[in-house]
């Protein structure tokens, strides 16, 4: 039966617990605008809803439920007797006139208290060796987080420094390019001046042997008389221009071997050094380091 306070939250007119319950000009409470008491009806089109009402008429049904509820699962459901002892050999609550039936005849009976108790203290020693396997995987999950936490790190650092020793074997080929072409440049700066020189002085060769041969041509075309008077001047400036010949200049052209025979192996020999240099000075233990380097560089086919 429904307490004073549980009455209040009966409709007067279905004696049914509320819902959606709203506010009314006269302060009753009704689904729609007519109130079910007074019939009179609200001005409001849409009268607010009264959520303080709702939320305790749903507590007090949700209530009523869980003690129907519990009180049909502590009751015999043959002798709808309370349920106060525990057959160990069917292991289920049972009531008292269960204790002196047939079909519980000569069964261990315990108090259902007692009988609770030990059956947790037993559940509770079977949940042990869970608890430490759960304890286990807890920690073998830290564990694998931890590892992969490593790998990310290691994985970063390795990163590093195979970026840092590109970087390094770049700036070194950088440096060995630019002396290989600064030595080839210097090289042709030095031959083509003295190529320069030599057509210079091979010029005035020319103009000088020119003007003789023209010279000599002149006098060639005189008179006997005159011819005869400049003959032994045209002689003498004949047999100086003889003899003097145009020397060939040797190693003039670029020595191509000079600058790409051998060019791969040679640069490597040479990033071997620098790069066994650079670890001595940068690297705590640098031998592994320079003999790994080493071993690596020696795979490239030159």
Do not use: W
């Not at 819902?19 to 609200?42: G, Y």
């Not at 315990?110 to 559940?123: F, N, T």
């Not at 020319?206 to 032994?232: C, M, P």
């Amino acid at each position: 039966m429904a307490s004073a306070s549980d009455e209040n939250l009966h409709c007067p007119v279905c004696h049914g617990i509320f819902q959606d319950p709203v506010l009314l000009s006269c302060s009753h409470k009704n689904t729609n605008q007519d109130c079910p008491l007074c019939r009179k009806r609200s001005l409001q089109n849409n009268p607010p809803e009264n959520l303080a009402l709702r939320n305790v008429c749903q507590d007090f049904l949700q209530k009523r439920k869980e003690r129907a509820l519990t009180s049909s699962e502590s009751r015999c459901s043959v002798h709808a007797e309370e349920l106060k002892l525990f057959c160990l050999n069917d292991e289920q609550p049972v009531c008292v006139v269960c204790l002196h039936s047939e079909t519980h005849r000569n069964h261990s009976i315990r108090p259902i208290d007692e009988a609770a108790r030990d059956i947790k203290e037993g559940l509770q020693e079977q949940l042990e060796p869970l608890r430490n396997k759960l304890e286990l995987f807890n920690d073998s999950k830290e564990n694998y987080d931890q590892t992969a936490k490593d790998i990310d790190g290691q994985a970063e650092d390795t990163e590093k420094q195979i970026k840092d020793t590109f970087s390094m074997l770049r700036n070194i080929l950088e440096k060995e390019e630019k002396a290989r072409l600064d030595a080839l440049k210097e090289e042709k700066q030095q031959k083509s001046e003295m190529m320069r020189t030599q057509c210079e002085a091979l010029d005035k060769e020319i103009e000088a042997l020119s003007d003789t041969i023209r010279g000599t041509n002149e006098v060639l075309r005189a008179t006997d008389h005159s011819f005869l008077q400049k003959y032994n001047a045209a002689v003498e400036l004949v047999h100086c221009f003889m003899l003097d010949h145009p020397q060939l200049i040797q190693g003039v052209t670029r020595d191509v071997d000079k600058h790409l025979k051998n060019l791969p192996f040679n640069i490597v020999e040479r990033m071997k050094m620098k790069i066994t240099h650079t670890l001595i000075q940068t690297t705590a233990d640098p031998e592994p380091a320079a003999l790994y380097l080493g071993d690596y560089l020696s795979r490239f086919e030159i």
